[in-house]
């Protein structure tokens, strides 16, 4: 928040819609997609493997498959899955991990155009978990 009570959030377009897989495959069939993610917020990926597994073969297919996966939660901490076809190097100067508060990491990405695209996943405790008892 600024002096004024204004949230730097409020500039953003907070527009979202979800979508089923098939959803998803109906609006980019045919389309050229420069770099694709995907992002999970999820409790513990280790106790919750299987469902994770399964929403990935749903969105997979042979003309389509996500370029970056990004995971996070305090549990297992944030990581980034990354297409091993992909360049990329990390970002440690904007990587920022403050234990118990705030985690992130980024990535620089190189795509087929040479174009570099920045990547990355943030994951900030619950404001609530933040205040003191």
Known sequence: MDENGNSPLGQVNQDCKYYEPYQLFQMIEGSKIALS???LNRRSLSSNWDAFYNILCDLHNKEFSFDIITRCRNDDGIGLYIKDSINFKVREDLS?????VYESLFVEVENESHKKIIAGVIYRLNGNLLKPT
């Open 37 to 39: 993610s995907f992002h």
């Open 96 to 100: 920022i991990f403050i234990p118990h």
